[in-house]
């Protein structure tokens, strides 16, 4: 009995190495599912309407192309940027399509598919901020300058801004809400961000950078290892730049002008 | 005319423009109008949408509220009861267990109600936490559904320490119409609340409609990709001003219609108003306008006809100057004073003077001497009163010829009846007073010619007449010396040859004092009776009838009438012998000639008819024209006919006529010509 179970115990744990040496793909195709972190609050990237509770935007599609292509079930899990490296590397979601910025901070943690998008940094002001009229205003001493917690946003303000202070919020509505309650007279966003704000709200005011200010591209992030899921996804990123699906989808979220499709 | 088709379009050009500016300006005022209360319905929008929008809000800070307090059933109602009495819109309160029962409810008649929420919307992707709406139901509250009230059913799932619940909030419809109402009345509009799938959850007007799906248009979609859209719609063929808003957090479209003819009514009125006042100017300036074309065509016509009236003065004078340089009358003109101010080619021509040699002049150099100072006193006398004068006068020409002028002399005045010109107009009529000596010379010739014809006649006549007496004389005498020389003679036949001898010689002088009274020229008119004229004519022409076998038939009323017996005896001979000379020229036995003399009214009618036939059509008109004749130049001069017609017309101021006629004699009709002539009684 006890050599059977000696032979059971080293069977199971063989079937577990065994198991845990298979690539994430291997398991997604297993499984039959394929679990993709989304930010349901970003705008135009993966975007869950509480109105519809449906999600909208370039990523959210793009899993769905994706999961279409692996032939395997999808399922998004709720992520944020601020959970965004635990989730990833906890094994929370299999990718998190939600363009992430590729910063040398996350490469740290992360392994990044090649970009397919890409934002330069812009600023929400309100419309009756007497204050900024324009990029250089900002950077002023007594400007408050409110930033979400967790997105590349935080660390690239707080190298550039000299003389502002620098406010970084949690939630994901704060930024707006410092901004609209006076607390703070800009929040730094992202095109897709940016945009969806000026076609919902009737006070936001955007501020344009002169010149690039810091062109940051957009992918998507996964766990290091799992080459054959990687590759997988390289290729889909790939396929969808030439088969057309991405500049479609970009279109269609209105993006159009930040895709990249080399 | 050009002028006035100019005007005329350009009046109307400027009509259009106007009319064209006003319908431009009122199109502008309308759309500005429509726009106007489209920004209405969107204000509304805005507020019921921010308001909708504060209410759910509410309700969903109640629910997280209600949620700590689950388990505690005595705050839980004092919380709901606050809850209720601050927020008129919920008509209840429930909690339902993990079974869906209404385990709590503010309305006590709704426990225990199983209650299905599986179609409330939004189906939650990641949370169950969110605020689900339900179709809207018929009845007062969850327990009843025979009313006419309705109500929205809104629900949320929420986590507490014992367990799963949801909370669910019942909406009283009639509040949002009751808290909207002056809105409503006011625009008249209508207000209504769709879900995002469509279903209508409340209406202020449309209450069949409430839980099923809506008539999905263009704003409404668009208003929920955008969250506000207006604009005009057609809805059920009626014309609205619609705003669509949709909530930001809720699933909601909040719409607002403003019945479009209703709200633009009262625009349309005062628009009238405008349009009346436009049109009333419009039609003044296009009175004033016509006015005006009127005058100006009035001064235009009589600009045209006074032009006209000059163009055809021009035409006139410049016909007036050829036929004043190229007449063949001499004209001349003088001022008041009689000087010459102008004379014609005509003038030259006939006077030898040019224009420069007279001009000044007074036109007396002209005079001939031949008229007294009389003739011309009574020549300008007379054209001082009748401002006219007409006749004949001789004047001298440069080379001092005299010429004959038939001279008009008119006054001509001005505009103020002064004498401004006399104007003399003369016809050089020497030729023809030449003329007329030649005419008159003619006369005598012929009238010489036709005595000379006449005597010849006569003396033919005489020698008939005589040759018969004559050998009776002869006879007579060579008996008495052949009877003396053969001593046969006796007295008492002597005395009858000498009887018969001195009766033919008396008969000889008898026939002399008829040839006598023929050719004793006429001094004086005399009264005389026809028949005289008749026998006498008869007399001398009596031998040459009994000839010839022509038989002579009289009819004769005795008429006495005035003139010269000779010339009238003349006549009747002249006719007879042409009657004679035709008659010799038929070929039968029939020769007749009839003489009817009867009265007509105050004339003698007399009739010379005859039955050679009548005179051939061709020359019948001919027949009294001097030198006509159709006898041979032995027999006739062919003025006999034409001395006829001069006597009875000029003479004995009578009329002659030829023509064909009958006569009938024994019931045998005869062809023959037929003189006629009417000389008046004396």
Not at chain 2, 203 to 210: A, H, K, T
Not at chain 2, 395 to 401: F, M, R, S
Not at chain 2, 592 to 603: A, D, G, M, V
Request: aromatic letters at 10%; a positive charge; charged letters at 25%.
């Amino acid at each position: 009995m006890t050599f059977f179970k000696i032979v059971v115990t080293f069977l199971v744990l063989y079937g577990t190495s065994l198991h845990a040496q298979n690539d994430k793909l291997d398991n997604i195709i297993e499984a039959n599912k394929l679990k993709v972190c989304v930010w349901p609050n970003y705008y135009g990237i993966s975007y869950l309407d509480h109105r519809t509770q449906k999600l909208v935007g370039i990523d959210s599609d793009l899993a769905k192309e994706l999961a279409k292509d692996l032939k395997v079930n999808l399922e998004f899990v709720p992520s944020s940027f601020a959970t965004l490296t635990s989730d990833v590397t906890n094994d929370k979601c299999d990718i998190a399509m939600f363009a992430i910025g590729n910063t040398k901070l996350r490469r740290e943690k992360m392994r990044f598919t090649t970009p397919h998008l890409s934002s330069d940094i812009y600023a929400i002001t309100t419309k009756s901020n007497r204050k900024i009229k324009n990029w250089d205003d900002i950077d002023k001493k007594g400007i408050v300058v409110a930033v979400a917690k967790g997105t590349y946003h935080e660390p690239v303000m707080k190298k550039k801004l000299q003389h502002a202070k620098l406010l970084v919020v949690n939630s994901y509505k704060a930024r707006e809400q410092e901004v609209q309650a006076g607390r703070a007279d800009v929040f730094m966003t992202d095109y897709p961000f940016g945009k969806r704000m000026l076609a919902t709200t009737d006070w936001a005011k955007l501020i344009l950078p002169k010149t690039v200010y810091h062109m940051t591209p957009y992918a998507w992030a996964m766990d290091y290892g799992n080459d054959k899921f990687f590759n997988r996804v390289e290729k889909f990123v790939s396929d969808i730049k030439k088969d057309g699906r991405l500049l479609n989808l970009a279109r269609k979220n209105g993006l159009e002008p930040i895709v990249n499709l080399k | 005319m050009k002028n006035i088709e100019k005007i005329t379009v350009s009046a109307l050009f400027i009509t259009l423009i106007i009319l064209g500016m006003v319908k431009f300006s009122m199109d502008n005022l309308k759309k500005e109008t429509e726009n106007g209360f489209q920004e209405i319905a969107k204000l509304h929008a805005n507020i019921f949408t921010d308001q909708i929008n504060q209410i759910f809000n509410n309700i969903n800070n109640t629910m997280d509220n209600l949620t700590s307090q689950i388990q505690n059933e005595i705050y839980i109602d004092k919380t709901v009861k606050s809850t209720l009495g601050q927020n008129p819109y919920i008509r209840s309160i429930n909690i339902l267990n993990s079974d869906e029962m209404i385990i709590f409810s503010s309305n006590k008649k709704n426990l225990n109600q199983q209650i299905n929420t599986s179609n409330y919307y939004p189906k939650p992707f990641f949370n169950n936490e969110i605020l689900r709406f339900g179709k809207t139901v018929q009845g007062r509250d969850l327990f009843d559904k025979d009313t006419d009230l309705s109500y929205i059913p809104i629900m949320k799932k929420v986590l507490s320490n014992s367990g799963d619940y949801t909370i669910l909030i019942t909406i009283n419809n009639d509040y949002i119409t009751n808290r909207y109402q002056k809105y409503l009345t006011n625009y008249s509009e209508e207000l209504e609340i769709t879900r995002f799938d469509d279903i209508l959850l409340y209406s202020s007007l449309n209450q069949e409609g409430l839980g099923k799906n809506i008539k999905k248009n263009a704003f409404y979609l668009e208003s929920k990709e955008k969250s506000l859209s207006s604009g005009l719609d057609i809805i059920n063929n009626k014309k609205y001003i619609v705003a669509y808003q949709s909530t930001n957090l809720y699933p909601l479209v909040i719409s607002v219609k403003l019945d479009y003819e209703k709200n633009l009514k009262e625009w349309e009125n005062k628009t009238l108003f405008i349009l009346l006042f436009i049109g009333f100017i419009i039609l003044l300036i296009a009175f004033i306008i016509i006015k005006l074309l009127l005058r100006y065509q009035n001064s235009k016509n009589k600009e045209i006809e006074y032009q006209e009236k000059l163009l055809k003065n021009q035409e006139k004078i410049k016909h007036a100057y050829i036929v004043y340089e190229n007449t063949n009358d001499g004209i001349l003109i003088t001022d008041k004073d009689k000087n010459i101010i102008d004379v014609n080619k005509a003038f030259t021509l006939n006077s030898g003077y040019s224009l420069t040699e007279v001009v000044g002049k007074n036109p007396r150099f002209l005079q001939s001497y031949l008229h007294d100072k009389d003739f011309y006193k009574d020549m300008w006398s007379q054209i001082n009163t009748t401002n006219h004068w007409h006749g004949e006068v001789i004047n001298k020409t440069k080379d001092g010829e005299l010429y004959v002028e038939l001279l008009t002399i008119n006054t001509v005045y001005d505009n103020n009846m002064k004498i401004k010109n006399y104007v003399g107009i003369f016809t050089n009529i020497t030729k023809q007073k030449e003329q007329e000596v030649l005419l008159k010379e003619q006369e005598r010739f012929i009238n010489q010619q036709s005595k000379m014809a006449s005597m010849g006649e006569m003396l033919e006549n005489i020698a008939h007449q005589w040759r018969q007496p004559l050998s009776i004389i002869s006879t007579a005498a060579t008996g008495i010396k052949m009877e003396k020389e053969f001593g046969l003679s006796n007295e008492e036949s002597e005395m009858k040859k000498l009887t018969i001898i001195n009766d033919s010689a008396q008969h000889l002088s008898k026939t002399i004092d008829d040839f006598r009274d023929f050719f004793k020229p006429n001094k004086q008119k005399e009264n005389f009776f026809i028949e005289d004229v008749v026998k006498q004519s008869m007399n001398i022409l009596d031998s040459k009838f009994v000839n010839r076998n022509i038989q002579i038939e009289k009819n004769i009323f005795d008429a006495q009438i005035q003139g010269y017996k000779g010339e009238m005896v003349q006549v009747f001979m002249n006719i007879l012998n042409n009657a004679r000379d035709a008659l010799e020229s038929v070929d039968f036995n029939d020769r007749f000639i009839i003489i009817n003399i009867y009265k007509e009214e105050k004339y003698v009618i007399i009739e010379i008819k005859d039955s050679a036939g009548g005179v051939d059509k061709s020359i019948i008109d001919k027949v009294f024209e001097p030198y006509f004749t159709t006898k041979h130049k032995s027999q006739g001069t062919g003025i006999g006919l034409y001395m006829t017609e001069e006597i009875i017309t000029k003479h004995m101021h009578g009329k002659i006529d030829v023509f064909n006629s009958t006569i009938t004699h024994e019931n045998k009709i005869f062809q023959g010509a037929c003189f006629k002539i009417s000389i008046p009684f004396v």
